[in-house]
Structures are given as structure tokens and as C-alpha cells.
């Protein structure tokens, strides 16, 4: 069995976050996802996600793709992550290419173009607008 493993905030759940853990998933035959917390977000971008971790991991939990969710709890702990799920492969949106190679000597490290036009950010942004 071919171990999936990636990774995201997937606030305000959009068609680029379909898209990815999609296509993660038909690159083998089981996917499992880690979820950031609110405490992760917070400290990469100074403000919590729109929607909460219990949310967002529900929403990611239910989907027919995904196998099996955890929370991601720093970014120090990629290699671990890897480790304890036994993943063959972690998949990454585009936006991240290079910055996984080095777990190259544990997993297959695979980098998938982003979906265009669409971001938590942009949804955020067009809210704003209208309000
Ligand atoms: N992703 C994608 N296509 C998009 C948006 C996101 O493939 N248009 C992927 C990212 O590359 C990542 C995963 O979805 O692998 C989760 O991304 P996340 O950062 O949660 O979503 P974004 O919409 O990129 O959020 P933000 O704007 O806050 O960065």
C-alpha cells in the first residue's frame, strides 16, 4: 500500500484544496493529512485562521480522498510526521518547490502545481472588498 502524506491550513475550503488532496491521493492508494493548528497559523502569519482546527480538520476528515487526519503542530516536526505515518510520498502545492527535498532520503517528496486564481488569502481579500 502506497502511503500519501501532505499537509495545509484548508481555511475557508476552496477548490484548490479539493484539487490537491485529489490529486495526492491518486498518486497512491491511501492519504493522510495534517491539518495546521490555529497556534501553527498564528505564529506563521500573526492571525488565526477564519475557521477553527476542530472545522477545518472536520470538513478535510469527511472527504472521500482522505484516509486519515492529525494535527500539525510545527514545522520543525515535518521529518517525524513522515516518520510516524510511514508515508512513501509527501506531496506539496507548488508555492512550496524546493523547501521539501531535503526529506528526499525518507520519502518521495512531490511537488503539485497550485490550482490558479484561487487562495485563502484572494477569498479573504474579496470579502473584504465587498464589505
Ligand atoms: N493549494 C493549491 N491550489 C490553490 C491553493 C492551495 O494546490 N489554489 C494547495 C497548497 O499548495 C497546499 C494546500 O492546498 O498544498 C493547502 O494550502 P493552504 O495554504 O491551506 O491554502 P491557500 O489557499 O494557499 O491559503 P493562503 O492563501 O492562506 O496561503
Request: glycine fraction near 4%.
Amino acid at each position: 500500500m502506497k502511503k500519501i502524506l501532505t499537509f495545509g491550513t484548508f481555511d475557508l475550503f476552496h477548490i484548490g484544496h479539493l484539487q490537491i488532496l485529489k490529486r495526492a491521493k491518486a498518486l497512491g492508494d491511501y492519504l493522510v493529512v495534517g491539518v495546521s493548528t490555529d497556534a501553527l497559523n498564528f505564529s506563521k502569519k500573526q492571525r488565526n485562521p477564519i475557521c477553527n482546527q476542530q472545522h477545518r480538520m472536520e470538513i478535510i476528515q469527511e472527504l472521500k480522498s482522505v484516509d486519515e487526519v492529525f494535527y500539525e503542530h510545527s514545522l520543525e516536526l515535518k521529518r517525524q510526521y513522515i516518520i510516524d505515518t510511514k508515508a512513501d510520498v509527501l506531496v506539496m502545492g507548488d508555492d512550496w518547490q524546493g523547501r521539501f527535498d531535503e526529506f528526499n532520503d525518507t520519502c518521495e517528496v512531490v511537488y503539485l502545481p497550485r490550482t490558479p486564481s484561487i487562495s485563502t488569502t484572494a477569498l479573504i481579500e474579496i470579502v473584504r472588498e465587498i464589505t
